[in-house]
């Protein structure tokens, strides 16, 4: 739905709230001196109430279409975009060469200036932590084979990732809260996990996530019907303390015959 369709839906949604509002207001003043029947006030009343929250259900779903569309737009524009993590900082740096020898020295790849279209550091700077990297790449092939090349950057204390929008990062985050780290990852800016079913799934928002972790959830083990099995000597010792308590009482009823 582009704007233009959700600008008249909204209008058209404003308008009805209007007409019914006035009718109810004329109503009012219709029965100002007589009392009204209580009855279909009620029913006018229930009428009104499922039609407006009816409206706002639609409005709330086309907003979030609206968002969603709007996320994706600019996911799309960051598709070349990537992060390089825990390079150290030094002042007065060049970027961009910082970016060419982390990307052949550590990707065994070749890389060239010609091939970064911007690069800069992100944040402000800090003497705790390196900042990251951001480097945008005029070519999506190479962007790919960046990418895909990361696996090189293992125990090297350098990580590669892609620049998520803030909706999908914060489900990105969450998702390896629930499912962990190692069932959870990003490809060309989309959110995948592994559910506890074992399946893949695409998840870009926490309404995704949450319908995914209550789809996913373990199955508990089944519980066996049968009691389980005492061990052999506490029957033994049971079995012993009845049998004394019954001796017992046979010779006390045998003394007072």
């Not at 409005?59 to 709007?70: A, H, K, M, Y």
């Not at 629930?178 to 559910?195: P, S």
């Not at 998840?203 to 373990?218: E, F, H, M, R, V």
């Amino acid at each position: 739905m582009d704007n233009t369709e959700l600008h008249s839906s909204v209008q058209h949604m404003i308008g009805d709230l209007k007409l019914r509002m006035e009718y109810f207001e004329g109503a009012l003043q219709k029965n100002t001196n007589q009392s009204p029947d209580i009855t279909t006030l009620a029913a006018e009343y229930a009428s009104f109430k499922e039609f407006t929250l009816a409206a706002l259900r639609a409005l709330q779903s086309q907003i979030e279409l609206t968002v969603r569309s709007v996320d994706q737009l600019e996911m799309r524009g960051r598709r070349k975009i990537l992060l390089i993590h825990g390079v150290p900082e030094e002042q007065k740096e060049d970027t961009a060469a910082v970016v060419e020898k982390v990307v052949t020295g550590k990707l065994k790849m070749q890389l060239s200036r010609a091939d970064i279209s911007r690069c800069h550091r992100m944040g402000r700077s800090s003497s705790n932590r390196p900042r990251p990297i951001l480097f945008k790449l005029k070519d999506v092939a190479v962007r790919d084979k960046v990418w895909f090349a990361k696996t090189n950057l293992k125990d090297t204390g350098i990580t590669l990732s892609e620049f998520l929008t803030k909706a999908r990062h914060e489900v990105f985050m969450k998702a390896r809260q629930r499912f962990g780290v190692t069932k959870c990852w990003t490809r060309e800016g989309n959110v995948y996990v592994i559910g506890h079913d074992g399946d893949r799934h695409r998840i870009n928002w926490l309404g995704d996530l949450n319908t995914i972790a209550a789809q996913s959830q373990p199955q508990s083990t089944a519980v066996s019907p049968r009691p389980p099995v005492a061990s052999a000597k506490p029957p033994a010792v049971a079995n012993e303390t009845v049998t004394a308590a019954a001796s017992k009482r046979i010779r006390v009823a045998t003394s007072r015959m």
